[in-house]
């Protein structure tokens, strides 16, 4: 937070505060006074356990040095901030919750003293603590972007037994600029169940990803336990389900969970969880398992749940949870697709560096009708397909010799533009496009890609919308909505509810905006459990391409490398297999560590299946 500026240098491009005067490191020895001066990381490994400690109150401090010490003690690594709340009276100290939120601004937050309007007094100060806000976090550790102005009063008194300057009055939660929060805090998927999503034929549930931000260096696996103990998020709730039993939490006497160098952790539980099922038991702790995976260097690979008492409740292995519960990523896609210079639907081997296609079987590959946009079925038995006017939506199978079949939804719109987008697959087999015609504009889903369209509920949205993806959990679903000349992606919930009569109603809510900084979305897909890969533009700029996650915070790790004129983006949820763009340079690639390829010309709106 406003440690920027502080008593402390920080290295050049790095988030590590230096120098064992002000803060204490892992290993940290006196300086050297000979030898030869040699090289060092300008970025430390990630593996690195360098931990920052704050410096406690100087003696005699004065009221600035107070508050700007409590600052940067807020960004250092103490488990319960136990420096910072050095620098409050014991009443604050008691009534202070930081883990209640963390205001994350643009640049660190600047104090601005007040004095009193008739005189300064001489016990009593107050600073006013300012900045932009860039997002916040909160109890729940959820992110979601903020903006305006921040503006909260931190008042300070001279405490009579001691002589010495403390804060006495502060706003609840912790508050730091956004290169402290990208230092201190770490994005982990917790896991649940997908709810009003059947089962796979094999009995296998549906993961949904829930991400939540915890504290990097203390203790990270505890506290996302404890995340997961608690349920999903709020704005996730309605849509996933926890195996753990209601009040479900660690038993009172664990502070801190470890994996042994097995790569086992065990997780000892209260007596809520004591009278589970041996089925709902291994479901609890695959919820374990893929939520604790890749948050320690060497991961985690088996979970052991005990009872309040000590016993073992159960244990599960990775091998046991694949059986269980599938990721969007548990079935490798096998093709990548676009639409070729023929209009034809054809396909190329995933991950493959050839850049030979063949057309795809069945009636879409065979030419039967031109197209501009289709989607394959997750499954990849199926595929869908927009008439070369936007006008109708094809469903036919992917074998050699069937028939087409006549459309199953047919738009009104007047223009090419404002008719059919390109259409997206669930995870459950249920298949979804918009139709942009200004008379009629809707969301339609078609269950089993067939049947009667039903038209989805969207209440919250404000524009029409111009892209659909929906995510392989099949709750969550990603738009971009135009209005006023300005696209957004927005990222919606997907609620289902079944009639007496048999038939479904389905709504999108809590519609939230994920790219507030971006003036113009161009084209976006899913690429991962929570990350989306999205080519737009800022107010003024030029078009890029970047990965934001599904709460609206961007992944650690770097963007794609540019490319000039993008007007489609394909990517798996399987982060393993590259990017597909439609560009300038028309169907190109990007393999993990490679540059952009080009894989032919004439060639259209590429796609993964989903």
Sequence with gaps: MGAEGGRRWRAPRTGVFVGCGAVLLAGCASMPDSGDLRGVESTPRQDAQVRVFAMPPRENAGPAEIVQGFLEALTSDDPQYETAREYLTSGASRTWHPDQSTTVLSDGPNPVPEHSRIREA????????????????????????????????????LQKKTNQWRIDALPQGVVMG???????????????????????????LTTVADPVYVRSKVDPVTSTVRALLKGPTR???????????????LR????SLSPDDQNKLTVPLNDNADRVGRTQCSRMAAQLLFTLQDLTPTGVNQVELERSDGRKLCELDESRAESIASHGTAKRSEYEYFIDGKQRLVRLPSGSSSNQFDPAPGALGEGEKKLRAAAVSRDEDRAAGVSADGQYLYVGPLEPGTPLGNPVLTSQGLSEDDRLTTPSWDGGGDLWVADRDPKHPRLVVLE????????VSTP??????????VAADGVRIALIVQKAGKTSLQIGRVERQRGADGHSAVSILGLRSVTPQLEEV???????????????????????????????????????????????IAASEDERLPLVAYSEDGIVRLSAGAQWQKVVKPGTAPVYPG
Excluded at 179 to 203: C, T
Excluded at 461 to 467: H, M, N, P, Q, S
Excluded at 539 to 559: E, L, W
């Design 122 to 157: 001489e016990d009593d100060y107050s600073y006013t603590l300012t900045g932009g806000k860039f997002a916040v976090v909160d109890a729940q550790h959820a992110y979601a972007p903020d903006s305006g102005t921040y503006s909260q009063t931190v008042h300070l008194t």
């Design 178 to 204: 956004r290169s402290d929060f990208q230092r201190n805090y770490v994005s982990v998927n917790k896991y649940y169940y997908a709810a009003n999503v059947p089962a796979a034929e094999g009995g296998q």
């Design 460 to 469: 919250e949205l404000d524009g029409r919308i111009e892209a659909v993806r």
């Design 522 to 568: 161009t084209a976006m897909s899913w690429a991962g459990d929570s990350r989306l890969v999205v080519v737009g533009r800022e107010s003024g700029g030029v078009q890029q391409m970047r990965y934001v996650q599904v709460d609206g915070s961007v992944p650690a790790g770097n963007a794609p490398p540019s490319l000039t004129g993008v007007k489609q």
């Design 448 to 455: 089993k890609g067939a049947g009667q369209p039903i038209e």
């Design 252 to 255: 009172k006497d664990v502070t």
């Design 235 to 249: 704005w996730l709730d309605p849509v996933a389900t926890s195996s753990f039993p209601p009040g479900t939490a």
